[in-house]
């Protein structure tokens, strides 16, 4: 029987159940963690999961407290953490996380632990920045121990909450070969026939879809001109993040545009998000060339130089109408 | 570290600061009550990694700074070999002053950085 097929979450948590009964938690919570994903939103399956997993911890706790005093490891200071974690002690998992991350620093415990209270809060808030820290956790663990199970499956987990299915398979691959029954890769499997494979592998631009609910569509064909000095490359993006004109000589390439449609998305979010209000203007300074950046009327208009001695000019030609001029 | 951000908050205009690593792990942080440290490092390494993906491609290198300027205040973000420091200042501080005093401190936790990871 298909526990992941549309329509399935009685008879999945029907399973959890019989697992917990049998006194198999631990199976349970993998499935139910799996359910939450492939089911999303499910509040009875969210419920059912926050109860086992407070049980689990509240239960491990006392062992966990022995273990950490008794031989200190990095690997038993992110157990605890996760335990406080899921009673709600948050301040105390984050102490016990970086202490873990301290004592060991190559260790991804540490990180995975962090990377899980986050990835909760991401799924339970829709917190765009519990996703971003999530992911930020979630990459270093991966990094420090690649094919370790629970990163991936966590990191796989993010992915399908962004909705892109064909990132979560990449990331599931070594957990599928060994195990296909995993309940993750099944619930991939299942979102995958239902959801179409995404069109980006840049996980900024799924940040800024998933948030936004749109996705930038660009076309050449409705894209105008805008008249600029050879030395400046310009582009103009709309309020949707589409590139709306360019000049003759920038480079229209679809991941350059992709690039700059994520950096306008971003910039937009970033200020707001920190307190900063709106996006006014965004300089980029490397030794080989300037970026800038002027938000108007819901865009942002690019242009760049690779010739740093030009930024003042750069600047003055773009703050000036000529920025704003086009032909179609 | 810490006393060279303490420094840097002292910088007229400055609101506060922080360093990261570059996949935006806040390493020290100094930026008040009022902001969230959390926000602020998920963000900030956000828009350097947009930043970086958007200049790898136009000049094949990462910039050495960005500085994101907003109707309430202005954060700039100066890369420092493996981490980021973050900045924020009020709305409409002269940057070009404000910047100089930025460089000099972000220099300075550049030697840090590289003695601490020979």
């Known amino acids: 029987m298909d526990l992941f097929a549309a329509g399935a979450e009685s008879r999945l948590l029907q399973a959890a159940n ?124 991966c990094q420090l121990h690649t094919g370790h199970g629970d990163c991936l499956r966590s990191l796989a987990m993010l992915l399908l909450l962004l909705r892109a299915p064909s990132a979560a398979a990449k990331v599931l691959r070594p957990i599928s070969r060994a195990t296909p029954s995993d309940p993750m890769v099944l619930a991939l499997e299942a979102l995958s026939a239902e959801i ?133 | 570290m810490k006393r060279l951000l303490e420094q840097l908050n002292t910088t007229p205009g400055v609101i506060g600061s922080m360093v990261m690593t570059d996949d935006g792990i806040p390493v020290v942080s100094l930026l008040g009550t009022e902001m969230d440290e959390e926000c602020v490092a998920a963000f900030s390494s956000t828009v350097q990694l947009a930043a970086n993906r958007t200049a790898a491609q136009l000049d094949n290198q990462h910039p050495d700074e960005v500085i994101i300027e907003a109707d309430q205040g202005n954060l700039l973000l100066i890369h420092l070999d493996g981490a980021l420091l973050a900045v924020m200042t009020h709305a409409g501080l002269e940057l070009n002053t404000g910047l100089l005093e930025i460089r000099s401190v972000a220099r300075r936790l550049r030697e840090i950085l590289t003695i601490r990871t020979p």
């Open chain 1, 196 to 328: 179409p494979a995404e069109d980006t592998s840049n996980v900024q631009e799924l940040f800024l879809r998933w948030e936004t609910g749109t996705s930038p569509i660009h076309r050449k064909e409705t894209t105008a001109v805008i008249p600029a000095p050879a030395e400046f490359s310009v582009w103009e993006l709309d309020g949707s993040r589409t590139l709306s004109a360019c000049s003759a000589c920038a480079d229209q390439g679809q991941e350059m545009i992709e690039n700059l449609s994520v950096l306008a998305g971003s910039l937009t979010q970033a200020t707001t998000r920190m307190g900063l209000g709106q996006i006014a203007r965004v300089t980029a300074r490397s030794a080989d060339g300037v970026l800038i950046g002027l938000a108007e009327a819901g865009g942002v208009i690019f242009s760049h130089t690779d010739r740093p001695s030009l930024e003042s000019s750069l600047s003055r030609w773009l703050e000036s109408d000529r920025g704003r001029e086009r032909s179609r």
């Open chain 1, 18 to 141: 019989r697992f917990g009964d049998r006194g198999q938690r631990l199976a349970a919570a993998r499935l139910l963690r799996a359910g939450t994903i492939r089911f999303h939103p499910w509040p009875d399956g969210e419920l059912a999961l926050d109860q086992l997993e407070r049980t689990l911890a509240r239960e491990s706790l006392h062992t966990l407290q022995l273990a950490v005093e008794s031989r200190y490891s990095a690997a038993d200071a992110a157990r605890l953490s996760s335990a406080l974690e899921r009673l709600g002690d948050l301040s105390g998992a984050l102490g016990w996380a970086h202490a873990a991350i301290e004592e060991d620093p190559c260790n991804p415990e540490g990180y995975l632990a962090i990377a899980r209270g986050y990835l909760r809060r991401f799924r339970r808030d829709k917190d765009a920045v519990a996703g971003l820290q999530a992911l930020r956790y979630l990459t270093k663990a």
